[in-house]
Every structure is written in structure tokens, then in C-alpha cells.
Nanobody, 124 residues
Framework: QVQLVESGGGLVQAGGSLRLSCAAS????????MAWFRQAPGKERELVAR????????KYVESVKGRFTISRDNARNTVYLQMNILKPEDTAVYYC?????????????????WGQGTQVTVSV
């Protein structure tokens, strides 16, 4: 079965960095669009970053542009989220998600597989 396993979350001071990883198995990773979402307490889940199969099309929510970088290694079936200059408002559970349909659908991506989430807490 499909599994997305996130790692790399934790507690960090404001201004610090974390690197999240998501290891995928059971799906054709190299043709899947991958994304990172986050959900803070009392807030809706939001798309943080998205990367297409070729790594040529990247999208970021405005609040993380210039601070976060999404990347993927198709040989390792892994997607990453490098988070720099972290702010307390970045505190959330971060989820990895996959749109396993062949092709790239941009804003019409539909995520059919999700990881269990990893907590990121940024202290002041």
C-alpha cells in the first residue's frame, strides 16, 4: 500500500531552520506531484509548497516565499521542505501529500495520499 512518512519536525527557536523529509513508497513517485501542507490549531489546512514531477514547476504560499524551499529526489522517492528563518506563525503540523495521477495539474492537483504529519514548533 501507499505510505508517506514524514520526518524532521521538532522544536526550534525563531530564526532557526528545519528540514522536513517525506519518504514515499507504493506509488509511482517520479510521476507524482508532491506537496507540503500545514495545519495550525484552530486554522484550516493550507498548501505550503508544491513541486511537479520534473521539479520545474514550484509553488509556495506567499507567507513562506524566500524562506522555504521544496525539492525532491526521484531516485530516493523523497520530497523535502527546507525551512529557514522560521517564525512562530510557522508552528503547525506539516503533512506530505501526493497527487498520484500521471501528469501535472497545477492548482487542480488532487491529493489522494497523505502522510501522518510531523509537528513543527517555533518558539519566540
Amino acid at each position: 500500500q501507499v505510505q508517506l512518512v514524514e520526518s524532521g519536525g521538532g522544536l526550534v527557536q525563531a530564526g532557526g531552520s528545519l528540514r522536513l523529509s517525506c519518504a514515499a513508497s507504493g506509488l509511482t513517485f517520479r510521476s507524482s506531484t508532491m506537496a507540503w501542507f500545514r495545519q495550525a490549531p484552530g486554522k484550516e489546512r493550507e498548501l505550503v509548497a508544491r513541486i511537479d514531477p520534473s521539479s520545474l514547476n514550484l509553488k509556495y504560499v506567499e507567507s513562506v516565499k524566500g524562506r522555504f524551499t521544496i525539492s525532491r529526489d526521484n531516485a530516493r522517492n523523497t520530497v523535502y521542505l527546507q525551512m529557514n528563518i522560521l517564525k512562530p506563525e510557522d508552528t503547525a503540523v506539516y503533512y506530505c501529500a501526493a497527487d498520484s495521477r500521471r501528469g501535472y495539474y497545477g492548482d487542480r492537483s488532487l491529493y489522494d495520499f497523505w502522510g501522518q504529519g510531523t509537528q513543527v514548533t517555533v518558539s519566540v
